[in-house]
């Protein structure tokens, strides 16, 4: 797939000698400027955009935007901070989740305003900003790999993590305190259900899913942190141990990995915004910008407390070593009631459902991008049907023959994490060209190293925790 998409966004591929009108590089000869019409107002928009999932729909809002950006941003991986925290203590937790907090938002800042840089183009897709920042063949190689892995990645996660909690509850519900159904049932039932959702025809046409997902979300992050503090709390503390006995760079690295994979989902921010109408009074960046501060307020809202709130109860009971998202559910399961555990591990079900669609829209767009440019026309109603349940089966499948893939999060993770904390800094140099050495050029300069620096560091400590503990690979086994 990453062979083919290379050869699509090849510039000098198409057969007029020049490149594809809605991946260039650089404005078309004759650029149509920006300005309201009553489609939605954006009339600067190439009509192979228009036949695009992403692009399609341009009539999206500040209320769209924010309920796209939390279901994207609430994701699985905020219950991993408490274990974070188990590793790092509470100083340098606090310190490091805020620091993260403030970094996604700087980046997410930048993007923001490079969707619109350039008069007359709009860059509705990560991989478009990338190639038209660092030219034809560095923007390939550093766009279209990390977004197809982020975007089926998350997808896949979903699966094995939405599937194990759909067990879980099973298991909570029934007497004999046995799931009726088996590993791979459950990755099923979840998929099929996901692949049904993911049959709106575009973007912007899935706000009331994010709406679902993002209220699913802070639920059972209000719930997770609530019940310890409603409940036995104080003689839940009194047995709690904050010591991290295990210092090591590998430890130390591998929570900070588990920190860093909350604040993944830059790949998102463009295509978000591509949904809003934009012209010369009002531009997308001003209703986007808007959202993006809602949607991150409410996201801290849900994410400080939970950590702060769990780790304080669980404390040394939490396994600082990271793994599934639902181990820590289990002890909910243990310590609360069943209405209480069911409620957390249902609306954690809904919530992957929800996030499932809007993470694979990179993906289905992507691959329509390659039917297009070889059909020379719209993909139909089947056609884009069809698609969907292709890459649905691909995540269906990655997932029941690698059901590990959450013991390898902070592996994973630390390969894609340059889409969130390094490019966009740079891509700010390249386009907006500060003056060198100026404070905003030193500062890009000094944060999109540090970014390429942390992944660095993340995978190395991530490929030594591998070869000292080893892996139980359970092939398709879930």
């Keep these: 797939m990453s062979i083919a998409l290379a050869k699509l966004f090849d510039l000098e591929s198409q057969g007029s000698g020049g490149s594809p009108l809605f991946m260039s590089p650089a404005p078309s000869s004759d650029p149509q400027p920006i300005s309201g019409d009553k489609n939605g107002g954006d009339g600067g928009r190439i009509p192979v955009e228009e036949w695009l999932p992403i692009t399609e729909s341009r009539k999206g809002n500040v209320y769209t935007a924010t309920f796209h950006l939390l279901c994207s941003g609430i994701g699985l991986q905020v219950i991993l901070l408490p274990a ?5 203590g509470w100083v340098w937790g606090t310190i490091i989740l805020t620091v993260g907090f403030v970094w996604k938002l700087y980046t997410t800042w930048l993007l923001v305003h490079l969707h619109e840089a350039v008069p007359g183009i709009r860059m509705s897709r990560y991989v478009r900003l990338a190639i038209h920042s660092f030219g034809a063949k560095l923007g390939k190689l550093l766009g279209i790999f990390p977004v197809m892995y982020l975007s089926g990645g998350a997808c896949t996660i979903l699966v094995i993590t939405g599937g194990k909690s759909l067990q879980q509850l099973l298991q909570i519900m029934s007497e004999d305190n046995i799931a009726p159904l088996t590993s791979v049932q459950c990755f099923l039932v979840f998929s099929c259900i996901a692949m049904i959702m993911s049959q709106f025809p575009n973007l912007n046409s899935l706000f009331g899913v994010s709406l679902i997902g993002a209220f699913m979300g802070v639920a059972y992050c209000t719930v997770i942190w609530v019940l310890p503090v409603t ?3 104080q003689k839940t503390q009194v047995s709690v141990s904050y010591a991290t006995a295990d210092k090591s760079f590998i430890h130390i690295f591998n929570a900070i990995g588990l920190i860093a994979l909350v604040y993944r989902g830059n790949n998102l921010v463009l295509e978000i915004q591509g949904t809003l109408p934009s012209d010369s009074k009002n531009p997308s960046s001003k209703t986007m910008w808007r959202a993006v501060m809602i949607s991150h ?14 780790y304080w109860a669980y404390g040394d009971k939490i396994p600082a070593t990271g793994g599934p998202v639902g181990n820590y559910l289990k002890l909910y399961t243990q310590e609360h009631s069943k209405r209480a555990a069911c409620f957390i591990h249902l609306t954690f079900i809904f919530s992957c459902l929800c996030s499932y669609p809007i993470n694979l829209m990179p993906a289905c767009d992507n691959i329509e991008m390659v039917y297009i440019t070889k059909k020379q026309k719209p993909a139909s109603i089947i056609v884009r049907m069809m698609l969907r349940v292709f890459l649905s089966l691909v995540c269906f499948s990655i997932a029941v023959g690698f059901p590990f893939l959450p013991y390898l999060a902070v592996l994973i993770g630390a390969i894609a994490l340059l889409v969130t904390f390094t490019y966009p800094c740079f891509m700010w140099i390249s386009i907006k060209k500060p003056q060198r050495k100026s404070p905003m050029w030193l500062f890009n300069v000094l944060v999109g190293c540090l970014g390429a620096s942390l992944s660095v560091l993340l995978l190395v400590a991530s490929a030594m925790r591998l ?12």
Excluded: E, R, Y
């Design 84 to 88: 974070a925290f188990a590793a790092l």
């Design 231 to 233: 409940s036995d709390a």
């Design 297 to 310: 307020a409410l996201v801290a809202i849900c994410m400080f407390p939970l950590t702060f709130v769990v």
């Design 467 to 478: 070869a000292q503990k080893g892996l139980h690979a359970n092939f398709f086994s879930p």
